[in-house]
């Protein structure tokens, strides 16, 4: 299952993109979006994250 970074917690300082192995993390404006489609569900991008942004997808 893939991975999705919380926008409104997301502070834009891209530390989850430069951890993510396969480039599935990718800045969009002022803040971070992960591709599910790319995403392989490592989890490499979340303890990466100083605001706890990211989680795993729900369905």
């Not at 970074?5 to 404006?29: L, M, R, S």
């Not at 489609?37 to 303890?47: F, I, L, M, Q, S």
Request: hydrophobic share 30%; net charge negative.
């Amino acid at each position: 299952m893939a991975y999705q970074i919380d926008e409104t917690v997301c502070v834009g300082c891209g530390a989850c993109a430069g951890n993510c192995p396969v480039a599935a993390i990718n800045q969009k404006g002022d803040k971070y979006k992960i591709d599910p489609e790319t995403c392989v569900g490592c989890g490499a991008c979340e303890p990466t994250c100083p605001v706890s942004a990211i989680s795993k997808e729900t369905r």
